[in-house]
């Protein structure tokens, strides 16, 4: 099957929809992959049924240039990867280093960049990453670090979801990422705020409030959503922000027992008109 949705709802761009990661073991025994599936061997196949991935290996440890580059001659011509920044830079942060590790994950993430493979750097920020002072300065500095680099910034704080913040945002043309997540009262909140014309990102983490209240990674990304809840974002969300962005990027980070490509192939699906 060749890579969906490569086109896109609106006229002034390309919409792609993927996945959060695409080397889950369990995915051989859910359908997705033939059982059995070597590692090394899974992103070919995730190719043939999608046009873009979003790395998650890159936010647990630094990406090195070596490894991009193999993984580039995997893919077809103009498959893209958004790269998520590594956890040292937005969850454990070193306020001594983050600038030279800024500098090494520019390096390791290269190849995509010299390849026009990058579609997105993602900058994940945790929940306990609240809106104070000192944690806007950090954020200001290191989008000054990451500059001409296409950035989303994905905040999980509800603090964050303030009109000072988006307008930043714009300035900067950095992307905010949408997130559909349970609605928690910590959580950042479902919005369709659009701050660079360039692009839109949306991840949908799945709705299971009792997975995100028990701190289980497993449990918290275990939610299959039903075509009415999808529709709710094909029908009017989806539409309404590709008519402000010249492209967009959706992916699914409901992994469990690969309910995620299923998800994304169920979300194709309604925007080319398939299925209701």
């Avoid at 695409?22 to 992959?33: H, L, N, T, V």
């Avoid at 590692?39 to 995730?46: C, E, F, K, V």
């Avoid at 705020?193 to 209240?213: E, K, Q, S």
Wanted: net charge positive; aromatic share 12%.
């Amino acid at each position: 099957m060749q890579p969906s949705m490569d086109t896109s709802v609106s006229p002034r761009g390309r919409l792609r929809i993927g996945t959060s990661g695409y080397s889950y073991p369990e995915w051989g025994d859910a359908g997705f992959y033939p059982p059995g599936t070597p590692a090394q061997a899974m992103l070919p196949l995730y190719a043939r049924r999608f046009s873009i991935t979003e790395l998650n290996y890159t936010w647990y440890q630094m990406p090195k240039a070596a490894a991009m580059e193999r993984m580039l001659p995997k893919v077809p011509a103009g498959f893209g990867f958004a790269a998520k920044l590594t956890r040292s830079m937005t969850h454990e942060i070193d306020p001594h280093g983050w600038r030279a590790q800024v500098t090494q994950f520019r390096q390791g993430i290269a190849p995509l960049v010299q390849a026009d493979r990058l579609s997105a750097l993602l900058v994940q920020l945790p929940a306990a990453f609240e809106r104070t002072d000192a944690r806007r300065h950090y954020l200001a500095e290191l989008l000054d670090a990451l500059a001409g680099l296409p950035v989303a910034v994905e905040f999980r704080h509800r603090s964050w979801a303030v009109d000072r913040v988006f307008s930043e945002l714009e300035r900067r043309r950095v992307t905010l990422v949408s997130v559909d997540a349970p609605d928690l009262p910590y959580l950042f909140p479902t919005l369709d705020v659009v701050t660079n014309p360039d692009l839109f990102y949306i991840r949908f983490h799945g709705r299971n409030a009792r997975g995100w209240r028990s701190g289980n990674m497993q449990k918290q990304f275990d939610y299959l959503y039903t075509p009415a809840e999808l529709q709710a974002w094909s029908g009017e969300r989806i539409p309404q922000m590709a008519a402000r962005a010249h492209s967009g990027l959706i992916f699914f980070n409901n992994h469990v027992r690969a309910q995620a490509p299923r998800n994304a192939q169920m979300l194709i699906e309604q925007l080319e008109g398939k299925t209701p």
